[in-house]
């Protein structure tokens, strides 16, 4: 792959996970287009406005540019990974595994990075057509390549194997292995606990993870939570208390966190379900 194209490449990834404004994109979209009719030959810009059109919404002008690009590069690896993006913006999960496929391919030489990001786009659209093991085998592959996989790949990963009846703790404790104080990953592996019946090993999940927490209340108030769903409202009482007098102390405390939790309480006073 040329330098311009393993640039834009890379570059797709990255504007895949950066927000912008809209009108940053608007700006920088027309100072693309001055930039591409200046050199016609810079696919790379062509690349970037294609992007930049899908996250300023306009999925036409960003197909329009695809396939300006496709004519001129029909084996581009980033033209074929963007329009599977699109496709699953548009929730087209079998044009998403068309165009996936099509990226795969053509693939050698491309960063691990970029290769993970298509399995995890084919692993969401086999999930959204039922095909649960292809989408497992996917999301194992996606998290294994990405250098720095995000939690969300994981967490759809588990929650996926959970809901067809998998044990879904092996893989989460693999990603907790790279991601160790991860919030979502720790509470939905002390929530698969609790549903199994190892409440105790939940609850030491979360107290070590408030152990690394500068603001611990949250955590503590989960751990009550899991203890009264398996029935020990004593003990989620002794937690909530804890929660409770942890955020009285700082005066950083959001008032709503601490209206819920004082909810949480009472209801345990009354023995019902928080």
Do not use: N
């Not at 990963?157 to 693999?174: I, N």
């Amino acid at each position: 792959m040329r330098p311009t194209l393993r640039f834009a490449a890379v570059l797709l990834l990255l504007l895949a996970r950066t927000a912008f404004a809209h009108d940053d994109i608007l700006v920088t979209l027309a100072r693309l287009e001055d930039l591409a009719r200046a050199t016609p030959s810079d696919l790379g810009l062509l690349l970037r406005h294609a992007e930049l059109s899908r996250l300023a919404g306009d999925s036409d002008a960003a197909r329009r540019d695809l396939d300006t690009l496709e004519a001129r590069a029909p084996r581009l690896p980033a033209a074929f990974l963007l329009r599977a993006m699109l496709a699953d913006d548009a929730a087209r999960p079998a044009e998403v595994l068309r165009e996936v496929d099509r990226f795969l391919a053509v693939s050698d030489g491309v960063e691990d990075a970029t290769v993970a990001r298509a399995f995890a786009l084919r692993a969401s659209a086999y999930a959204a057509l039922h095909e649960t093991d292809k989408a497992i085998d996917d999301w194992d592959r996606a998290f294994a390549l990405a250098p720095a996989p995000p939690a969300d790949w994981a967490l759809a990963r588990a929650r996926l194997a959970a809901a067809s009846g998998r044990d879904a703790l092996p893989a989460l404790e693999r990603a907790l292995s790279r991601m160790p104080d991860e919030p979502s990953l720790v509470f939905l592996a002390a929530d698969l606990e609790t549903d199994s019946g190892r409440v105790d090993a939940a609850v030491a999940r979360l107290d070590r993870l408030a152990a690394h927490c500068a603001q611990p209340a949250a955590i503590l108030a989960r751990s009550g939570d899991l203890l009264a769903r398996a029935g020990r409202t004593l003990d989620a009482q002794a937690r909530w208390t804890d929660a409770l007098a942890r955020l009285e102390r700082d005066a950083r405390a959001d008032s709503s966190e601490l209206a819920a939790l004082r909810t949480r309480l009472t209801l345990a006073l009354d023995g019902k379900e928080p």
